[in-house]
Structure formats: C-alpha cells, structure tokens
C-alpha cells in the first residue's frame, strides 16, 4: 500500500540504534525502509549520533538517530512494519527478551505516536524509558525541538535532567 493523503495521519517518532556492523549505513537503510513502509512517509531524519552503550555497557558505542514519520498505520501496525525491518536487516529478536540490551544491527524503538499513551504488552508508548535516554531525546529534540513527552512534559526538560556530555554528532543528514 502506498502513502495517501486521504489517509488519517499521526505524528510518530522511532529512535534508530546499531551497533555492529556499518551501523550509519544500516541506519539510513532502515530510515528508507520507514519511509517506503505502508501508509508511511518519512518527514525528517536527525543527525546520526555515537552514544556509549546502555544497560549493557560492555559492547561497542552505538549510532542513534531519531525520525519523525507520518502514518495512517495504527501504533500496533506500525510497530510491525518496525519489526519487518529490523528482521530484514538481520535482527533477531528473543523471545524471552534477554538480548534487548545486546549487540544488534538494528534496533527500532517506537518513542512517541503523536500524544497517544498505550499500555499494552509488547507496546508502550511513550517508551517508558524516554526520559532517561539522551541518546534518543538528542536527535529528538534537534528534529522536533518542542516535542512533548505524554504524563512528563517537555522532552527538553527531559534532558536538562540526564547526561548527555557522552554523546557526539557524526553528520548531518540530507532530509
């Protein structure tokens, strides 16, 4: 299915992150992957950002971006089409969830589906730990400067709290 305008569109935001491998291409790669995605477009792309490693901090430092997308695909759906992409570039996920802080070639994180607020298994947006990642509020804020975390407030108050000193811009990307 191809993007129409006629379709109802929702605002979302999905943190990039590898780690292994040509991790600035396999972001560029995926964020095409989302802009070709059902019912989807891309309408920016943040710089591409290395990070040290979080929770696991005995592997290689990621790059991070962030892009901004308008859907007509529902968070669940969206989320899927996520998945697909991760997989297509070689992630396999867990079952049991024990490699979600690992190495991995691609990890796409669902951050915000416009103010929406979902508790669900597999599926809670805002991520619940956006407020606490400046290598995910970084490349937010520098493409949506005003974003608003929902039941937090301000994203830039998010991260006037945390650490960001670690984190360094590789380059701009064309958008």
């Known amino acids: 299915?191809?993007?129409?305008?006629?379709?109802?569109?929702?605002?979302?935001?999905v943190g990039l992150g590898s780690n292994l491998?040509?991790?600035?291409?396999?972001?560029r790669a995926a964020a095409?992957?989302?802009?070709?995605?059902?019912?989807?477009r891309l309408l920016r792309l943040s710089s591409l950002y290395r990070?040290?490693?979080?929770?696991?901090?005995?592997?290689?430092?990621?790059v991070n971006a962030v892009a901004m997308l308008e859907t007509g695909l529902s968070a669940q759906h969206l989320l899927a089409a996520m998945f697909a992409i991760e997989r297509e570039a070689g992630r396999a996920r867990r079952?049991?969830?024990?490699?979600?802080?690992?190495p991995r070639t691609l990890d796409l994180d669902l951050l915000?589906?416009?103010?929406a607020v979902?508790?669900?298994?597999?599926?809670?947006?805002?991520?619940?730990?956006?407020?606490?990642?400046a290598f995910a509020l970084v490349p937010l804020l520098e493409i949506a400067p005003d974003a608003v975390i929902a039941r937090r407030g301000p994203a830039r108050e998010a991260l006037q709290c945390i650490d960001a000193g670690a984190i360094r811009r590789l380059d701009a990307v064309d958008n």
């Open 21 to 27: 491998g040509d991790s600035a291409e396999v972001l």
């Open 51 to 62: 990070t040290p490693a979080w929770g696991v901090t005995e592997q290689p430092d990621f």
């Open 118 to 133: 979902i508790d669900e298994p597999g599926l809670h947006v805002p991520h619940p730990h956006l407020h606490e990642r």
């Open 112 to 115: 915000l589906y416009g103010d």
């Open 95 to 102: 079952a049991d969830g024990s490699d979600r802080w690992g």
């Open 32 to 40: 095409r992957a989302l802009d070709i995605a059902p019912q989807t």
């Open 1 to 13: 299915m191809t993007w129409t305008a006629s379709a109802p569109s929702t605002v979302a935001f």
